[in-house]
């Protein structure tokens, strides 16, 4: 099978079911037997227990920003020193094969947390994970679903040009809409158009509305609150092998995202 090269961004309002759609996504693709590279971004969220990857092998992996030696010898400077002399085009190009964990297909890569000031903060971390993500977009050519924090933050212009698919995930309520809002308009001033939204945890009764709502988007799909995600999420297991109603959903999600970059 010819690899395929997609590039898809999941971002969304803390709590809002990024990385659900994520793991979906995930496992959808390594299903049709593509290379599947799952990017958890977002220091709050767990994209390898979403998966269901085993705890121990969870356990040995170490976010990117915490692997001290590999910082240290890629920018040539100590973590956390602001204003020392250090390389500003790290060499990265092995890290997502080698500092990964690879379970059912999916290889896993955890970079944890951009310390403060975004990608403001000029300091040899932020330097290697922002090299790191580049790579990641514009040169790999495989499957990546990039787990995000709230915006778009962390990606700079020629990055998110790269990027084949921004997808917010918005659920019934004021602030999550309001994300969204401000995901479009950072997505505006980064150049970029192609953001979709899909909606999660509506309970009955309120899709219509809230479909009227983010009518500022095009919507890839849509999730039913339903207590299974919890269940799952209580269980450490992954939702896939537990919600045919949640995997069929997905499916028509990435039928719509393959269509639309046809
Ligand atoms: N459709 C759903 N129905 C019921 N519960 C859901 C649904 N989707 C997600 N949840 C629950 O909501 C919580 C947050 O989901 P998830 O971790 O996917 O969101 P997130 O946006 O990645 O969160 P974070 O911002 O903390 O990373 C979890 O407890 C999950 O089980």
Known sequence: ????????????????????LS???????????????????????????????????LAKLTPISEERKLIKERTGAEPGTIGAIYSLNPQVEDIPDTYVAEYRGIKLLRMGSI??????????????LKSLLDHIVLERNEIAILDMEAGLEHFGRGTARGVDAFIVVVEPGRRSIET????????????????????NK?????????????????????????PVVVEADFRGKNLFDL????????????????????
């Not at 099978?1 to 659900?20: D, F, N, P």
């Not at 310390?115 to 290697?128: F, S």
């Not at 109603?245 to 046809?262: G, N, T, W």
């Open 1 to 20: 099978m010819r690899e395929k090269s997609l590039k898809i961004a999941i971002s969304g309002k803390g709590g809002v079911g990024k990385t659900t």
């Open 23 to 57: 793991s979906l996504l995930c496992y959808l693709y390594a299903r049709d037997g593509q290379r599947v590279l799952a990017v958890d971004a977002d220091p709050d969220a767990n994209l390898g227990t979403a998966l269901g990857f085993p705890p121990e092998m």
């Open 115 to 128: 310390t403060q000031g975004g990608t403001g903060c000029a300091c040899p971390e932020n330097t290697l």
């Open 180 to 199: 969204a809002q401000a995901v479009v308009k950072l997505a505006n001033d980064l150049g970029v158009q192609n953001v979709y939204a899909v909606v």
């Open 202 to 226: 509506v309970h009955e009764g309120q899709l219509a509305e809230l479909e009227q709502e983010i009518n500022f988007l095009p919507i890839l799909g849509h999730f039913p609150y339903d």
């Open 243 to 262: 919600s045919e109603s949640f995997v069929q959903e997905a499916e028509k999600i990435k039928e719509k995202i393959d269509s639309l970059l046809r």
